[in-house]
């Protein structure tokens, strides 16, 4: 599947390519496996490491779990939330729109917590 993040107003953020998992209570699991080309605007890079991300059912907000056993330096974090405003999916395409750095609590602050 393809995964498309935007910032707030449209403003295209990272896309990559992802595997699919499956599907539970919580949501759909995806691997982005490590050495998958992720874009945005001018930039590219290759992930250094795995990843699992899961896009909840019931709340925007999408974490990735990142595997750091043997991972280069710059990985400092094992989980990255991104918080989301809205989050639609079409056949094998997921499109998810970053939030603001303010609106944290009205969309998914409790889940988190």
Do not use: N
């Amino acid at each position: 599947m393809h995964v498309v993040f935007s910032k707030w107003g449209g403003v295209p953020h990272w896309e990559f390519d992802a595997v699919r998992l499956g599907e539970d209570a919580f949501g759909v699991w995806v691997l982005v496996p490590q050495g998958t080309r992720v874009t945005r605007p001018g930039y590219v890079i290759e992930s250094s490491v795995a990843a699992v991300s899961m896009f909840a059912h019931d709340t925007p907000a999408v974490p990735h779990f990142h595997r750091t056993e043997g991972a280069p330096r710059e990985v400092v974090f094992t989980i990255y939330v991104d918080i989301c405003l809205a989050r639609t999916s079409c056949d094998d395409v997921v499109r998810a729109m970053r939030a603001r750095q303010e609106p944290y609590r009205s969309v998914g602050w409790d889940w988190l917590q």
